[in-house]
Structure formats: structure tokens, C-alpha cells
């Protein structure tokens, strides 16, 4: 009986791996072989498509606005974020559950609303579109995330580091600066990558607030126009491994800074 | 408060002013600015209920939202089911020390870029895709098999990225139950069939629900899967909503579609509120 449950186990387990593995297998290795079509059988390897994407300067300067539009809009959720956390975490404030209701409630909405009234606002405002206009949408998607993850690490331990940092003579700012950022910084970094992973990510919101400089995923969706192509086999691959960096980023930062 | 009294009243608004203010100006107002786009006229802007009459009248408005309430059920429903025995198969099965190592890579595609993920099952469902590659090459079909384009290659590319999302929230479940639970079930004599049923299965529901409600809500709002994978022949709500500004520019209309469906959205966090309560560890 144990040793059939442990059989079913494998096979189940090897099948689920199997299924959420299929498409990037696909993807990266269509991506690597010369043919204009990126189906069986395989011909290659060869790093044909990869020297066309990078030759390709569409692609290079949307994949760097989506770096720059990545790291500022999650540099301004995370700060937003993180004082706000502080604020509500140490201070008592008239309203404070309402207020941090407020602030989370772009967690529960899908990013087409949050997307679509951006666009119907700057509209009306006369607010081109613009990566600024696509990074604000960012900044509200990952303001709420930065916030949660911060204010909910936010406990006694640290307010008594605090208190026993101002009893010492301490000014506020210097307490937040040489206290307080210091000890939050695993949630602070947590905040951050995540933030970045979702703007990288980020498509629906971008697509309607840009128009001609534009975002990676914005570019690769223009690619698909044209239907299977190699060139985004490529780009998309290029993509999965700027993810995987963040991510085991983000893992070893968490890893190395939790206490034993 | 520990706080002196000169700054005690200013600084805690400083700090949560910004954050505020930025929801407010670019999150709220967004939306009432929304709201006030959908009662008013594509053309001319003059006020009418013209816009949300045209949803409740003109069938194909309704045949997109009762086809994005179907999918949305088809494919949580199968995510669930997939993803519960993995996660235990995982939280159970596989030794500790390869625990962490067995949930990354389970859960590493989720983090690719969502475009990506869905043209790639594009290039596996396609007509001379992999899939069908394999069927005719082992003779079972004579013909490929038209997997693109349909509702269901986008069921399956939605199901791929739930089954991930649901697998990390229900190990996560499963890892906080206390192993007592499962010693005094056995001490009582219970054997392991019979404890899985009535001790685990029904401390992880309410981690379930959760993982299912965010799927729903996640689901039923996604534009690229149905439009990279089902194509143009049934259409989804959120495509319903981008065919409107992008052929028509038809911003009260695209409104008021976004409004209804966040509606319909809410209706559900509603109905299922009582089984959501998210309990902290």
C-alpha cells in the first residue's frame, strides 16, 4: 500500500512537472535552430534568431524601458509602500483599518480597470501616453504588495529596537534611516523584487498607456502579428532567463538574510 | 506614544500621506473618472444609460460574459483538482531538504513573462506543433487536430498558470498544519486514508477557497490568454472591453463593459465572503 501510494506519487508528481515544463521547453529549443519556422522536427542548434533579436532595436530599447520603467515605478512602490507601512505600524491614526483598506484595495482589482481607468482619466486630462504614464499604473499595482508585505513584518521586536534607539537621543529621521531601514530590510527587498518581477511582467496596463516607445511585452505581442515566428522564441527565452535571474535573486537575498 | 509632542501629529501624516494621495489620485479617481465615462455618450457625451441597456439587450454582450463565467469555472475547478494532490504529493512525499528545491522549480515558469507563456503553448497546440507533430508521426490521427483557436487551448493555458499559483498557496496550507492534528487522528486509531479525509482535506479548505477565489478573480479579467490562444471565434469579456477602444475608441462603452465585470467580481467575493476569512498562522 505504501509502496503503491510512493509509484502514483512519481508518476502524478513527473506528469504535473511535465505539463507545466512542455511550453518552455518548446519555446527555447525552437528558439535554437535556424529555420523560419519554429516547429518539429528539430534542426539545430544555432544562434541565428538570437543575433537577430539583438540586432533588432525595437526589441533592445523596449527591453531596456522595461528595466527602467521596472526598477523606478518599484523604487517609488517600495518607498511609498514602506513609509506608509511605518506610519500606520507606530503611529495610532484616526481611521487607521480604513485607511489601510484604502491603500490595498488595488490588490483586488484586475489591471485591465486599473489599466483602463488610467487611460480614461489621462484622456480626459490630456495626459499623453507615455512610459511615465504606464510606469504610474505600475507604481499603483505594486504600492499595495510593497505595503502588505512590509506592514505585516512590522512587529514588537522592532519597535522596542526603535524606542530603545530615540531613548538614547536619536532624532526620528535617524531612527528610520539607521534603525528602522536596516531591520525591515529582508521585507524591503522582498517588496521590491516582487514589485520588479510584475512590472517586467506587466502587459495590459502598458499596452494601453504607451504608445510608441513601449515596454517589452508590449513589442513581443507586436511580434506576434505575424504569427509563429522564431524571433520570438528567442526574445521570449531572453526573457524566462532575466525572470529565473530575479527570481534566485530574490530567493538567495531572502535565504541568506533569514535568521538560522 | 513614545513619540514626542511637536512632531507627534504631523510626522505619522507625512509618512502615510504620500502612499494616500498616490491611490487616491491615480487609483480612485481613475475609477470614479471611469464611472462618470460610462453613463455618458460615445458620441456628442451627453448623459444616457445608453451604454449598459446596450450590455442587458444585444445577446453577444451577454454570450462574452456567460463565456468568461464558463471558462472561469472550468478552468478553476480543474486547477484545484490538479494542483491539491501535487502540493501534497510535495508537502508530503518528497523528503524536507528537497522540499524547497522541488517547490521552485515547480513554481518557475509562473514567473515568465505572461505573453511569452501563452505563445507557447500557441507553438505547442498548433497545426504543426508538437502535439500534433507526436499524434500523426504515431499514426493516431490522420489529420492534426485543430488545439488552437479553441476555448480549449485557452482552458490550458490558464489551467498551466493556476495549477502553479494554486500549488504554491496549497503547500503553503498544508505546511502550517500542525502535525499534531494528524498524531491524535492516529492515536484515535484513524488510518491514513481516513485522517487525509477527515482531518486534512478539511483544515486546508478554507486556504483552497482562497487560492480558488484569487483564480476566479485573476481568471476572469485576463485578456492575453484568451486572445493568444482562443483567438477571435467566442469572445471573452476582457477582450470584449479591448475591442472597444481599440476599434472604436468607444471609451464609455469599454467603461462601462470594465464596470459590469468588476460587478460581477464583486458579486462573487461577496457569495463566497464567509469562506474567505484568511486566518493568520
Redesign the interface.
Known sequence: MRVL??IA??L??LA??G??????V??VL?SLQATS?????FTGPSLRWYDAVLSDTRLTSALVNSLLVAVLSSLAAVT??F??A???A????PGSAL?RG??T??L???????G??????F??AGVPKSLLAAG??H??IN??LC?AIIYSQMGDHQINIE?AA?DLGAP?WKVLLLITVPVMAPAIFAGFFLSM?FS??E??ISF?LTRFDTT??VE??NL?RSG?NPK??AI?SL??AV??V??VLF?LTLLRRKPA | MGVTANNSRALPWALVTPALGWTLLFFVLPFLAMGLSSLTAHEGGSFTLANYSQFLTDPSYWRAMVNSLEVTAIVTVISVLLAYPFAWILAEQVPERWQRLALMLAVLPFWTSYVVRSYSWLLVLSQNGVINRALTNLGLVAEPLQLANTRFATVTGFVHFFVMLLTLTIFANLKQLSPSYRKAAADLGAGPVRTFLHVVLPLTLPGIMVGAFLTFVLCIGDYITPQILGGNNELLMPQLVMMQIGRRGDFPLASALSIILMAVVTVAYLACARWLKIERA
Not at chain 1, 19 to 24: N, T, W
Not at chain 1, 37 to 41: A, N
Not at chain 1, 108 to 114: A, E, G, K, P
Open positions: 501510494v510512493r506519487s512519481w502524478y508528481a504535473v512537472y505539463f507545466i515544463f512542455l511550453p518552455v518548446v519555446l525552437f519556422f519554429p516547429i518539429p522536427p511609498l509602500g513609509l506608509s511605518w506610519g500606520f507606530r503611529f495610532t491614526l485607511l484604502l491603500i484595495l488595488p483586488t482589482v484586475s489591471y485591465l480597470i486599473i483602463m481607468g488610467l487611460l480614461v482619466l484622456n480626459w504610474i499604473g507604481v499603483v504600492l499595495p505595503f524606542r530615540r526620528e518581477t517586467w511582467d502587459f495590459v494601453l517589452l511585452p513581443i505581442w506576434l509563429l520570438t522564441n521570449g526573457v524566462f525572470s529565473i530575479l527570481v530567493e
